[in-house]
């Protein structure tokens, strides 16, 4: 083997370990520096470790109710800030100025004008000065519905600040009202013929404005200052004893503890044992995955693509699960942890699906305060999706799966708070909306499967429904072509698919595969017993080793005739191995019998391969040998239809056929004893009807 083809052979394997190695590598990039506290504790349950001694000095934090009442508290009792604008009464009494002396100007009596003069002209502007003097404030929404004798506002003028009640200021409608009520003492109903002719009301505006910045910083400065602490423990005193209930107040220490050790670098830790740790943690867990893949899912080792795809989502996750930590304004349960066994189960299976979304959460679960929580609540929320998710190609199926995930979380987020607090006081209903919003993040799942089958080579349920339509232009081109082989189809795929029901796995992927597993017949179909007639046998007229390679070759045309029709690589691989590397035992054995003396290449009668390397493949072929062995028998009852599929299956095994895929005995007991039973119900002996 020259070096460039050593090359290629490694190089596939190659390619998958070092995805794992870069995966581990960008997983532990963005783990916490600052260690993990390594103590799980419930509020109002008992402390199950060891008794907890400060080992430190640490401040105690306020917890956030505590902060939130302070906060409302200060905000409740804020003033708002008024500034004063001294041009709004220079121009409002210039104004008016201007409006008296046109009116003392105008066609008057001399008795009239001088009683205007004197009573209106003289008092009407020092009435206006004395309301601005006093201050006429902004009617602001901050103290529309405040009471005027209890409410108090701040005055500000140029760097000058005062307080004033409410009511000791006027507003337009109460200064307005003073000032027409003072001059009924001075005027005459002469004059008040005189004065109808001012809109006094206009020579009224607000000088006392609200100032919405200065009311901010000051209330902002006052929130600064709360402080997040409340007391200290000294290093050597007892937090909390074994077997003592976690208080309020205990859990408070606790948690000042945990938040300082996690947060504070001063705290000594050994930083170098401290990241050797996190490094083998991560490793384990994605070395464990590796193990589960190169065990159960050995396909995937075959595909880098899919690999990465696997890969990406947890490190993905994994990197949503920092950000929403390290950001107080999204929460971590809004991050749709479910899609991801939802996409498993959809390109592969529930167990696999399960054991991903595990493995994730225990990663992710290293960011998160209360872990255990964090950790029930999204694998049931994962559970409940993978089982709700029925039948994929049903449209609404996402529906019900969002509703029944946020329904979930909701209803243990509620269970786990009653039994930390004990009452639904310590519930916080604004969660509710983070799981509604998970659930939305939900329904991305449609174009996202469309997106990742494109992208990764994945096939997905409704695109095999698709594809076994029996309508489909190349199943109906064998129809036409080959009637027999596509008779011989459709029995291949009733039996395999009863099986797989039965030993677990995708009955629509073995369907499909079944389907199109002989579709390369199609070229020379009159080669294969199951399309002749008349008892015309065109292999009377070659050798055994050419009939040997047409009936070979139909593997390799029916692999050329899926890729010209763009069929998945994954219905390929069922065209490819369902002979596996078996041998054309009747041409093999007939050219041995005419030619007993020649030295045989046996390579030169046997299929290409590979062997099945999925339980459905490995069905597939049991189901393909059996179901044409039964049409060419002549004696059929219930014994010989027995032995036969023993025989055939006993046959496959002593080849070594099924030895790269995940089936087990048990599996391989329980398909023949479905497929003997499918026979006799297929050969079954029928009554003699009179003529």
Do not use: C
Request: glycine share 4%; proline share 4%.
């Amino acid at each position: 083997m020259s070096l460039i083809d050593s090359f290629l052979k490694y190089w596939k394997p190659v390619q998958i370990y070092l995805l794992y190695l870069i995966s581990i590598l960008m997983v532990f990039w963005m783990y916490p520096r600052e260690g993990k506290f390594q103590y799980e504790y419930v509020k109002n349950r008992p402390w199950k470790h060891q008794d907890l001694i400060a080992p430190f000095d640490f401040p105690v934090y306020k917890d956030d109710a505590m902060i939130d009442k302070e906060i409302d508290s200060i905000t409740l009792m804020s003033k708002p800030y008024f500034t004063l604008d001294t041009m709004v009464a220079e121009q409002s009494l210039a104004q008016l100025s201007s409006d008296l002396g046109d009116i003392s100007s105008g066609s008057l009596d001399i008795e009239i004008l001088t009683l205007f003069q004197r009573n209106i002209q003289d008092t009407l502007p020092g009435l206006i000065r004395q309301v601005y003097s006093t201050g006429v404030i902004e009617m602001h929404p901050v103290i529309q519905d405040a009471v005027p004798s209890e409410k108090e506002v701040i005055l500000r003028r140029r760097q000058l600040a005062r307080e004033v009640l409410l009511s000791d200021l006027f507003t337009e409608k109460r200064a307005y009202e003073y000032v027409m009520n003072a001059l009924k003492d001075y005027t005459s109903k002469s004059e008040e013929q005189i004065l109808s002719r001012v809109t006094i009301a206009k020579y009224i505006e607000p000088n006392l404005l609200y100032d919405e910045s200065m009311t901010r910083n000051v209330l902002d400065a006052n929130l600064d200052e709360i402080g997040t602490t409340q007391g200290m423990v000294q290093s050597g005193q007892i937090i909390i004893s074994r077997g003592e209930l976690v208080s309020p107040a205990k859990y408070r220490l606790v948690e000042s503890l945990r938040k300082e050790y996690e947060t504070n670098s001063n705290v000594y830790k050994n930083y170098s044992l401290l990241y050797l740790g996190q490094f083998i943690l991560i490793s384990v867990l994605f070395l464990s995955l590796l193990w589960y893949v190169s065990n159960f899912r050995r396909d995937m080792m075959r595909s880098s693509a899919q690999t990465l795809f696997l890969l990406s989502m947890i490190v993905i996750m994994v990197g949503l699960t920092k950000v929403t930590v390290n950001n107080e304004a999204i929460s971590y349960y809004v991050i749709p942890f479910a899609i991801i066994p939802i996409f498993l189960k959809t390109f592969f299976n529930v167990r696999f699906a399960l054991f991903v979304h595990f493995l994730i959460l225990l990663l992710a679960g290293f960011w998160i305060p209360n872990s255990y929580q964090f950790l029930l609540m999204n694998f049931l929320a994962g559970v409940v999706a993978v089982f709700s998710m029925r039948s994929y190609y049903r449209r609404s199926i996402l529906f019900y799966i969002a509703t029944f995930v946020g329904l979930t979380y909701t209803l243990i987020y509620v269970i786990l708070s009653l039994l930390q607090e004990g009452t639904l006081e310590g519930v916080d209903w604004t969660q509710i909306l983070w799981f509604a919003g998970n659930g939305l993040l939900i329904l991305t799942v449609y174009p996202l499967i469309y997106i990742f089958e494109r992208l990764f080579g994945f096939l997905s349920d409704a695109t095999l429904f698709e594809l076994s339509d029996t309508n489909q232009p190349l199943l109906r081109k064998l129809a036409e072509k080959a009637p027999g082989t596509f008779q011989h189809s459709l029995q291949v795929a009733n039996l395999a698919e009863e099986a797989v029901l039965k030993v677990g796995g995708n009955p629509l992927l073995v369907r499909t595969g079944a389907l199109y597993h002989d579709i390369g017949k199609m070229n020379n179909p009159y080669y294969f017993i199951e399309n002749q007639r008349d008892g015309e046998n065109p292999h009377d007229n070659v050798d055994f080793k050419t009939s040997a390679k047409i009936i070979i070759d139909h593997v390799m045309d029916g692999v050329e005739l899926a890729k010209r029709y763009n069929l998945p690589q994954q219905i390929i691989d069922f065209i490819l191995t369902h002979h596996g590397t078996s041998t054309v035992q009747y041409f093999y054995k007939s050219y041995l019998s005419d030619n007993p003396e020649d030295e045989v290449d046996v390579e030169e009668f046997r299929y290409p391969g590979p062997r099945p390397y999925l339980k459905e493949m490995a069905v597939v072929m049991i189901a393909d040998s059996v179901e044409a062995a039964s049409r060419s028998m002549k004696d059929i009852s219930e014994e010989s239809l027995s032995q036969l599929v023993d025989n055939i299956v006993a046959h496959q095994t002593a080849e070594d056929q099924y030895s790269e895929a995940d089936i087990t005995f048990s599996d391989i007991a329980t398909i023949k004893k479905i497929f003997k039973q499918k026979l006799i119900n297929i050969y079954h002996a029928r009554i003699a009807y009179p003529e």
